[in-house]
């Protein structure tokens, strides 16, 4: 079995490093591999915790820019093939079989782990999951731009990607007011000074966006989204597909349902995507189309292509029963109800309607 680097940058990680790092060597198992962190001025027991893992820990003067400290990292690692994680992302299963078939049969290209982003959502704990790239031969690739870092081909050439059978639970999203606060502060930082260089790049605006997002403020979310999306854009690129998405639910928060419902407009290009479809289905409804949102949540339910889990499922089927329960039809209602399993706030509506 070919060895390889797992490869983690951090800095005051202490709240995540145990049961980040006992993920790691409960789903590596016997497989050969070692852990190379590379600390960039923790004040916090993160450096301590990690040394009861390894000892190849090393400290990177931090300069502003991820890609640097993530080269860094793949410099200090004794192997060529890397796996890169952060501290934030809890491996919950990992087929180690994979990473020899991914050398054997597609030594050129990059594997790409499954990763579950939680956040809040009215009040619930919400999951969308998404794909990144995550291993790789550090002698073929390494990272580029200073934040919100991009695996980059050394030769400059489109590259092939491969699906891992490693998912990670990530926990950045769900922290306290104050911890993401500092966080958006940080990346828009980095963004905004690569705006400045590159002011017609729509993912620049996306990650701006996503910022402003996080810390639940729409009306700039909604203007660097707009901005994103004032560019030509493709919908299967994923970015595009959450830009889209973010963009949206930021409008309705803001109860702009009249500019939210030109998202007819693009019906076409993104309805493969039950995240959209069940946007749509909520765009109609706060704009008192009740038809049209109970054709767009059933049509939700029967997609397959989705992100935001239950998007297909427990959401659509909750907004159906809710419908239902306003038009009178109260024992429909249960039933759709019934059929969202423990989302909350079908919960409530069950314990409400039984008093």
Known sequence: MTPISVCIIAKNEEKHMETFLSSIKKQMGNYPYEIVLVDTGSTDRTVAIAKKYTDKIFSFKWVQDFSAARNYSLDCASYDWILVLDCDEYVTSFDTRDISRMISDFPDAVGMISRRNHYEMNGTDSVYTDQVERFFNRRLYHYDFPIHEQVRARSGQPYERVELSLTAEHQGYSGSSEEMKKKADRNNELLLKMLEKTPD???LYFQIGQSYNMLHDDENACYYYGKGLEYPVEPQFEY???????????????????????????????SFSADFVCLMGLIYLRNGLVVQAMKEFLNATTISHV???????????????CINEVL???????????????????????????R
């Open 240 to 270: 595009v597909q959450m830009m889209v998405i973010g963009y949206g639910y930021a409008l309705l928060h803001l109860e702009r349902y009249d500019e939210a419902l030109q998202f007819q407009n693009i019906y076409d290009e993104f």
């Open 307 to 321: 992100h935001v889990e239950g998007a297909n499922s427990f959401i659509p089927t909750f907004n159906m029963g």
């Open 201 to 203: 790049d729509p993912y």
């Open 328 to 354: 009178g039809d109260i024992d429909t209602a249960v039933t759709l109800y019934r059929k969202c399993g423990n989302f909350k706030p079908a919960l409530d509506r069950l314990a409400e309607l039984k």
